[in-house]
């Protein structure tokens, strides 16, 4: 029943320190992501000698086992984590901001690979910058801004190959959550999701705020609503073929 500290991840105000690159549970896994952020050349930094060059310092993935974290070999800092039963796709940190803020980049492949292990499983090549992911036991589903904008793409969790996109909103949410046979994504109150086999993309529902925490478990979608007066909770149940 204590609270357990497992990561102090803070940093200061000109991005120096640690930032937690996203956390996200399934089954018994729970796993967070973590960047390290310093100067190339502190000192000289502090003393105004040199340049004040921010570059990550270190970071990875890690998984909570009881009241440890553990972190999982062979992984790298990370913006992003979504994870699937026994396995861990992760977005690595490719640039650092004036702020010091980790961001990704378009030139790195999303890994997915075994939490216990860290055996690479496959490896996604996004066609732009993934600006969220989700994973289920057999999709990887990824939120990308591309030149031409931004799409909806999924991925074989197995093999990594391509298995279909779509263009959407360039206001869509950095927020996605998936199954097997759909991917769940909003817009504003605008809750929607494409269909995997067809590429169909329909309104589920319009939520009375905007949503937080949209979560898919099998047919069942969930999401959290903070009102005036009060919050709520809400759920729907949506057909998976269309």
């Not at 995997?196 to 905007?210: E, K, M, Q």
Request: positive net charge; hydrophobic residues 45%; glycine residues 12%.
């Amino acid at each position: 029943r204590a609270e357990v500290r497992l990561l102090e991840a803070a940093h200061s105000g000109k991005g120096v320190g640690q930032w937690l690159g996203g956390i996200s549970g399934d089954g018994d896994t729970l796993a967070f992501a973590v960047t390290s952020v310093g100067w190339t050349d502190e000192s000289g930094c502090l003393a105004g000698i040199a340049p004040c060059t921010l570059v990550k310092t270190g970071g990875g993935v890690y998984v909570v086992r009881g009241r440890s974290r553990v972190h999982v070999r062979g992984t790298s800092a990370a913006v992003e984590v979504a994870t699937s039963g026994d396995r861990i796709a992760y977005v690595p940190t490719g640039l650092i901001g004036r702020d010091g803020q980790p961001r990704a980049s378009a030139d790195l492949p999303i890994d997915i690979v075994a939490t216990a292990t860290g055996t690479r499983i496959a490896s996604v090549v996004p066609q732009g910058v993934p600006l969220a992911i989700a994973l289920s036991a057999h999709v990887l589903a990824t939120l990308e801004q591309t030149p031409l904008g931004v799409r909806l793409a999924w991925y074989d969790a197995a093999t990594g190959r391509v298995r279909g996109a779509v263009p959407v909103p360039k206001t869509t949410a950095p927020s996605l959550t998936a199954s097997d046979r759909l991917v769940v994504f909003h817009v504003g109150r605008s809750l929607r999701a494409v269909t995997v086999g067809t590429h169909r993309v329909r309104v589920l529902a319009r939520a009375a705020a905007t949503p937080i925490g949209v979560s898919l478990e099998g047919s069942r979608v969930a999401w959290a609503e903070n009102l005036p007066l009060y919050a709520r909770i809400r759920a729907l149940y949506v057909n998976g073929k269309g």
